[in-house]
């Protein structure tokens, strides 16, 4: 029993709120009944495994209304493998990183590998955002849409360099839940356990004509390529609707339903306005809220789809966030490497803006409980 108790009335409908993995929907776990019998534990090669990657692929392209030529590829290995795949297979010889929280930065890390030329890294505090700017002898442009640490958001504008040069978005928490366009990009890549509200350990990528081009370009070159890190392989598998090897297929069936649910809502537009609705709650409440504040001072750059709230020293956030579990409302702990002493909450497409609500209301009456 929690020594707090939050009355019924106030709590969400459901508490979950974490920034990955995120709240999966009922009707995903439904939709995983139904069709898995017939899909797990079979061949990742055969037509029922290839089917699903299709229609997978199929919903991505139909969600981002991507132009013609632009393909879906995808992978084993999550965000933090593409970050490699891309070191390896899509950086000629020098990129420009802006880093403005873990994300960003591990990237970064990825691109100074020692066969590349010292990348040149654009560096802002957390809370605040760096953007990248043209400059000679750069191949790759490349930064976070969201922040998944910080709860900062950045614009997705291509940037006109020197001839070639491509513009490479890590979308992993920001794709499904933020508006893009597709003409901005080179490369949008993210991993399914935000907005997609799937499992990890997959990544996606959205790829232009000359993203393709420098892929098999620089994979006909003389440059080591580890078979897992080719994007040379990943092209060429995606295109038969396959991975190099075994993907979860669990992940892949979620992803479906969750896809599905997505374009028959109304699309990309309608769950940019519904994140939109969801993190304006939280922040309208921390403005108006004595004890907490925006972490993010600048409203332009405050992320739709993670929301990070300060408070002040009058309020212990650990022990709000440890109160709120005790009630089943999970996951609002901020990011570990932060250490501030704030709330971070997830607005990711498959949460309910009026869970949102509840989860303020439910806020308010702890802080008017514990003074």
């Known amino acids: 029993m929690p020594s707090l108790v939050i009355p019924r009335d106030l709590l ?25 019998p017939s899909i797990l534990g079979t061949s990742h090669r055969q037509a029922p495994v290839k089917d699903l990657v299709g229609r997978v692929r199929a919903g991505f392209r139909e969600l981002f209304a991507l132009p013609d030529g632009y393909e879906v590829v995808l992978g084993n290995g999550g965000s933090t493998a593409f970050w490699d795949a891309a070191a390896s297979g899509l950086i000629e010889r020098r990129a420009q990183l802006a880093s403005f929280g873990e994300f960003g930065a591990k990237f970064a890390a990825a691109a100074a590998a020692p066969w590349l030329e010292a990348p040149d890294v654009r560096r802002a505090d957390a809370g605040t955002r760096a953007l990248p700017e043209a400059a000679a002898g750069l191949d790759v442009y490349a ?47 993210f991993a399914p356990q935000k907005n997609f509200a799937s499992d990890g350990g997959i990544w996606f990528a959205l790829m232009s004509p000359a993203a393709i081009e420098r892929v098999e370009r620089i ?21 038969l609707n396959q991975t190099l090897n075994t993907p979860a297929l669990s992940t892949l069936l979620l992803l479906e339903n969750q896809l599905d649910w997505m374009n028959g809502s109304g699309g990309l537009a309608w769950a940019d306005a519904r994140t939109r609705e969801s993190s304006s709650v939280l922040y309208e409440w921390a403005e108006r809220t004595s004890v907490a504040t925006p972490f993010v001072a600048e409203p332009d750059a405050r992320s739709q789809v ?43 497409t498959a949460i309910e803006p009026d869970d949102v609500r509840a989860l303020t209301a439910s806020i308010d009456y702890v802080l008017e409980q514990i003074g």
Not at 157 to 186: K, Y
Not at 325 to 348: C, H, I, M, S, W
């Open 12 to 36: 969400p409908a459901d508490g979950r709120f974490g920034c990955g993995p995120s709240k999966v929907r009922p009707e995903q776990l439904a939709h995983l009944a139904a069709v898995g």
């Open 143 to 189: 930064w976070p849409q969201n922040e998944t640490s910080t709860g900062v958001m950045a614009p997705v504008t291509r940037v006109d360099g020197d001839s070639g040069s491509l513009t490479v978005i890590d979308a992993t928490s920001a794709a499904g839940g933020i508006a893009v366009d597709p003409s901005q990009f080179d490369v949008y890549y």
């Open 219 to 239: 994979a006909a070159s003389d440059r080591y390529i580890p078979e897992f890190l080719s994007l040379k392989n990943a092209v060429d598998n995606s295109r």
């Open 306 to 348: 993670v929301v990070t709230i300060d408070f002040d020293e009058s309020t212990d956030a650990a022990g709000l966030a440890e109160i709120l579990r005790a009630n089943g409302v999970v996951d609002t702990e901020p990011y570990r490497k932060l250490g501030r002493n704030q709330l971070r909450v997830a607005t990711f």
